[in-house]
């Protein structure tokens, strides 16, 4: 399979519904995906088949002061456990807008065992919990992922100092 990461726009709206109807049995209304696809400080990307020219996930994100909040990712049923999630996620955290972030951070359906491994995977430490955050009344869970850090200087001298 040849993917390519491409940015989302309107023309991709039915493709993002269906995932999302698929995936989060239907998490977002059609106006909801028009707001996020058309709104130019949101990032939202998907990763398609070359070949079929199919979208097979999606994920996107806002850039909020200094930190990018996660809305949405999703793959499509029929291509779970491929490594798309990591693939898009990876994706967004070098887009340009990311740059200028000090960290990510995401919602996540306490029972979503398959994205909280992913998260784990990718780095992302939980932080904490919202209750009956979802419509179906189940709670989230915070995670949260440094990025764009810049390394702490050391002082060499306490790094290799002798013991007697």
């Given amino acids: 399979m040849k993917l390519r990461i491409i940015k989302l726009g309107l023309i991709h709206l039915d493709a993002c519904l269906e995932i999302d109807r698929k995936s989060f049995k239907g998490l ?19 990763a398609i088949d070359l070949d079929t020219k199919k979208l097979l996930s999606l994920c996107s994100a806002w850039l909020v002061l200094d930190e990018i909040q996660l809305t949405s990712i999703a793959v499509h049923p ?20 990311c ?19 992913l998260y784990k995977s990718m780095g992302f430490i939980k932080k904490g919990h919202r209750s009956n955050f979802y419509k179906d009344g189940s709670n989230a869970l915070i995670y949260i992922k440094k990025i764009n ?9 306490t790094v290799y100092r002798k013991e007697k």
Avoid: C
């Fill in 78 to 97: 029929k291509h779970f456990r491929k490594g798309l999630g990591k693939f898009i996620l990876s994706n967004l955290i070098k887009h340009p807008m």
């Fill in 149 to 157: 850090q810049k390394p702490q200087k050391r002082n060499l001298s």
């Fill in 99 to 117: 740059v200028k972030s000090n960290q990510i951070y995401l919602e996540v359906k306490e029972t979503n065992e398959p994205a909280k491994a």
């Fill in 28 to 46: 977002w209304t059609k106006s909801q995906w028009e707001r996020e696809l058309s709104d130019p400080k949101r990032i939202s990307l998907g």
